[in-house]
């Protein structure tokens, strides 16, 4: 049963750099079935697809957030990472890491528990 | 920014069959496989449906989905308390080259 676990401080201030690792337990990293994935949550709004890497280190970044978004993969660790520059107060979420089946035509069917980033001086 | 349409909220009593539709476009629902989310607030989204109407083996077929065009929906019959939550729908759009979740869908049982 994979688990996974994000981490990372839960403020920021606004125009610093908002940094979260997720640990991947009891699941591949390495493998080509799964893609991974943040996704973020603003207080009292909808789910936003952040961007996702593959194994390859292919990348794909939610269009909006491209400029300031950084993702990264140390599967020596089974983790992975998010970096979000010249952050705001719009950046104020709950942060999801999910992993992305293959097998469930990439549908995210692990998540983890979410971890609320606030912005704020 | 989310480019898929969902009604704010719905409802219904213990029992009965409740329908949520997700509507987008042919560069998204219309060309790509649609999934469904349930959200408690406060836990971790659960993956309902994929490929438009699969599920996986822990969801009960209480759940069904279906895609036609660029609309989709998801139903949920024999309503329960349970059922009470937030419902997204997401589907890869090959313009935006990523995912798009829909608007959300508070479900309550009355």
């Known amino acids: 049963q994979v688990q996974l676990q994000e981490s990372g401080p839960g403020l920021v201030k606004p125009s610093q750099t908002l940094s979260l690792t997720c640990t991947v337990s009891?699941?591949?990293?390495?493998?080509?079935?799964?893609?991974w994935s943040w996704i973020r949550q603003p207080a009292g709004k909808g789910l936003e697809w952040i961007g996702r890497?593959?194994?390859?280190?292919?990348?794909n970044y939610n269009p909006s957030l491209k400029s300031r978004v950084t993702m990264s993969i140390d599967m020596s660790k089974d983790q992975f990472s998010l970096r979000l520059s010249s952050v705001t107060a719009a950046d104020t979420a709950v942060y999801f890491c999910?992993?992305?089946?293959?097998?469930?035509?990439?549908?995210?069917?692990?998540w983890g528990q979410g971890t609320l980033v606030t912005v704020s001086a | 920014q989310s480019v898929l349409t969902q009604p704010p909220s719905a409802s219904g009593t213990p029992g009965q069959r409740v329908t949520i539709f997700c509507s987008g476009s042919s560069s998204n629902v219309g060309s790509n496989a649609v999934n469904w989310y349930q959200h408690l607030p406060g836990t971790a989204p659960k993956l309902l449906l994929y490929?438009?109407?699969q599920r996986p083996s822990e969801v009960p077929d209480r759940f069904s989905g279906s895609k036609s065009g660029t609309s989709a929906s998801l139903a949920i019959s024999g309503l329960q308390s349970e059922d009470e939550a937030d419902f997204y729908c997401?589907?890869?759009?090959?313009?935006?080259?990523?995912?798009?979740f829909g608007t959300g869908t508070k479900v309550t049982v009355l």
């Open positions: 009891g699941g591949a990293i390495n493998s080509d079935l799964y893609h």
């Open positions: 890497i593959y194994m390859t280190g292919s990348i």
């Open positions: 490929s438009n109407d």
């Open positions: 997401a589907a890869w759009d090959t313009s935006l080259n990523g995912f798009v």
């Open positions: 999910a992993r992305e089946y293959r097998g469930y035509d990439w549908g995210l069917d692990s």
